[in-house]
């Protein structure tokens, strides 16, 4: 590889560069990124790597498994994406953000170790993680998937243990066209008589067949551990009630204890079980209260997420209207996800994001939904002065969708509530 000159730069600097020294935005394949690892000595960083993939969940166990493991007593490197508000929030060592200047760090190494190889903002932000938890000397660093497993970045690693969360239909352009194409990728990241917790409860016969294949030692839910009336029974004999988590699914509090049972990092005490409690997802079922109005905030940006939500809106039914805001990215089931919404809302939003080339426009997403169901289109900060006007005391607002979305939506909302509206 040759060397290329270092340049000197903000964090924010640095990531306009990543976004744009790629040809393109996903490049799937291991070789470049390896090659780089390598040059960097990451590959043999952390004792212990703990890796997640699947459809939806994966960033509920990350938390939880963060949050658990810390309270075990050990120190912990998360890597999670995206992100909602600031790029900090991917790499965290004990649930504390890492700084910009660490972060700056990690990118000017990963620069002067890479060569001529050319790697995608993933690639890179996967790669500074890494180097900053070597640098940090964690204990265990739990890495969450961006896309697929197999040929994910972070799959460099040899997992001690592994978790596949659910199995739905997306990212068909890249993982394959059925759940049994898309199984295979995210079996990739087993690895031969280590333990992969499976907590998909409708697993396609793919799936088992390709985890058999790779030696894994699978454990499995509704068959190796169970959760039945808000207890779980693990495959080590525990039967405890689940930790009440806000607003994350069960399966996914249960895998992540399974997965921490089977790590060997500590005693899965009582303790570290109601520290798992208390974990909270911002952008998961999140909820504001702002002049009367309710504010519902969720990254549901698949069918099966968004089913998800669709049954949380149907249990918590208020009186009042029910308005959507609304963007996707271009390559998601955007016709199966609009359909498993009939019957839910009053009116459609729909934002639109010129800024986001992977983003679906906003026209079409009105032709999907319906002209005749829209109440406004745009930018978001016009969207959110619309509904404000339209909502009164009882309605609600569910913002929903792609993570820009939810994220810009936090950042407006938070703006506005510190200018004096009433929360």
């Known amino acids: 590889m040759h060397k290329v000159p270092v340049p000197h730069l903000t964090l924010s600097g640095w990531l306009e560069r990543l976004e744009s020294q790629h040809p393109t935005e996903i490049d799937l394949g291991l070789d470049r990124v390896l090659t780089v690892a390598e040059a ?45 508000l600031r790029f900090n929030e991917r790499i965290s060592i004990d649930e504390g953000e890492a700084e910009d200047a660490e972060i700056v760090a990690a990118f000017e190494h990963i620069e002067a170790a890479r060569g001529d190889v050319s790697l995608t903002y993933f690639e890179s932000t996967t790669l500074a993680a890494l ?44 993982l394959g066209p059925d759940r049994a194409s898309i199984s295979r990728e995210k079996a990739g990241i087993a690895r031969q008589n280590r333990p992969c917790i499976v907590a998909e409860s409708d697993p396609p016969d793919a799936l088992l067949a390709a985890l058999n294949d790779r030696g894994a030692d699978i454990l499995l839910i509704d068959r190796d551990w169970h959760i039945a009336d ?47 409690g208390r974990v909270e997802l911002l952008g998961r079922l999140s909820q504001r209260m702002i002049n009367g109005v309710e504010y519902v905030f969720d990254v549901a940006h698949n069918t099966e997420s968004v089913n998800a939500l669709v049954r949380h809106l149907a249990e918590t039914a208020g009186l009042g209207a029910t308005r ?35 983003a679906q426009s906003a026209a079409e997403l009105v032709t999907v939904i319906g002209q005749n169901r829209i109440g406004d289109i745009g930018p978001f900060e016009h969207v959110w002065d619309a509904v404000k006007g339209r909502s009164s005391i009882g309605d609600r607002v569910v913002i929903f969708g792609t993570f820009v979305l939810v994220g810009d939506a936090f950042s407006i909302i938070n703006s506005s509530t510190e200018a004096g509206e009433r929360a």
């Open 40 to 84: 960097l000595g990451v590959l043999r960083g952390a004792p212990k790597t703990v890796t997640v993939a699947g459809t939806n969940g994966k960033g509920s166990v990350v938390a939880l498994l963060t949050a658990g493991l810390k309270a075990m007593g050990q120190v912990v490197g998360t890597y999670a994406s995206p992100h909602l």
């Open 131 to 174: 180097w900053l938890f070597r640098q940090r000397k964690v204990d265990v660093q739990v890495l969450e998937v961006g896309l697929g497993g197999r040929l994910d970045a972070v799959n460099i690693l040899d997992a001690d243990v592994s978790v596949i969360t659910s199995i739905g239909l997306d990212h068909v352009d890249w």
């Open 324 to 358: 959507a805001v609304f963007a996707v990215m271009g390559d998601k089931p955007i016709h199966d996800m609009i359909s498993a919404c009939d019957g839910v809302f009053d009116e459609w939003n729909v934002v639109d994001l010129p800024q986001v080339p992977r």
């Open 230 to 276: 808000r207890r779980l029974q693990t495959v080590g004999g525990r039967n405890a009630p689940l930790p009440a988590a806000s607003g994350l699914l069960p399966s996914n509090i249960g895998a992540a204890i399974q997965a921490l049972e089977v790590s060997e990092c500590g005693d899965l005490s009582e303790a570290v079980l109601a520290q798992m």
